[in-house]
């Protein structure tokens, strides 16, 4: 069965570095989310990207914060100059239309900054 | 705009009792209707979804959930827990916009 992957699963970092969640989405997919979810909180948005570009974002989503899509199979996110409370654990997902479709989500990965 | 709204952040229940967990959404159009669970260390799986048509939806694991517009609320139930069940659920809308929203979530415990 297809599923949504993120690497690596578990990432330290130190406050003030750059951090890249990797992840590959479904392949016949063309919604691709970021969402975090930090303990013991709600999920929260971040963006969403379709045909290449940021199609929303949310208002966590500052200049820190960026997406891309190198090659066409991976999504990523990167977080410049990491904070103490970017630690989280950051979910991707993708869908293979827009609304009322289902987000098929990956497993996460846990960022925790020091 | 829209927002989710999950009552108790914790439900216990014992082994075979009845599962309610309660969502309550608000949406400026019609919405499309999501419960997903998530076990420990684990992502996110649509447990069961409403879009149109038929109001009591059922899902995997033995799960059900009943759209009502006029409480304007999407109840998850399940007639007799099982201890695998112990998880966290999110119930999660997407209204005018198609990014799905989701409630803080409820820790469901099952108690044998």
């Known amino acids: 069965e297809p599923e949504v992957t993120q690497t690596p699963s578990h990432q330290v970092t130190q406050m003030g570095q750059e951090v890249i969640l990797r992840c590959v989405p479904i392949s016949n997919h063309l919604y691709f989310y970021w969402y975090r979810q930090i303990l013991g909180q709600k999920v929260e948005f971040l963006v969403s990207f379709y045909n290449n570009e940021i199609s929303e974002k949310s208002e966590i989503f500052d200049d820190q914060f960026s997406v891309e899509r190198p090659d066409g199979s991976n999504f990523t996110l990167k977080i410049r100059s990491t904070k103490l409370e970017d630690s989280a654990m950051y979910f991707c997902?993708?869908?293979?239309?827009?609304?009322?479709?289902?987000?098929?989500f990956g497993q996460g990965t846990r960022l925790t900054v020091v | 705009a829209q927002s989710v709204t999950q009552l108790g952040s914790h439900v216990s229940v014992s082994e075979g009792a009845l599962v309610l967990l309660r969502c309550n959404y608000s949406?400026?159009?019609?919405?499309?209707l999501f419960w997903y669970v998530q076990y420990p260390n684990q992502g996110l799986q649509l447990l069961l979804k409403y879009t149109t048509g038929a109001t009591l939806v059922k899902g995997i694991n033995g799960f059900e959930a009943e759209f009502k517009k006029s409480e304007t609320s999407f109840h998850l139930t399940k007639p007799s827990a099982h201890m695998s069940d112990a998880a966290e659920y999110f119930c999660a809308v997407s209204g005018g916009s198609y990014i799905p929203t989701f409630g803080r979530g409820t820790s469901l415990i099952v108690h044998p």
């Open positions: 949406s400026s159009v019609p919405p499309y």
């Open positions: 997902a993708s869908s293979a239309k827009g609304l009322g479709t289902e987000a098929f």
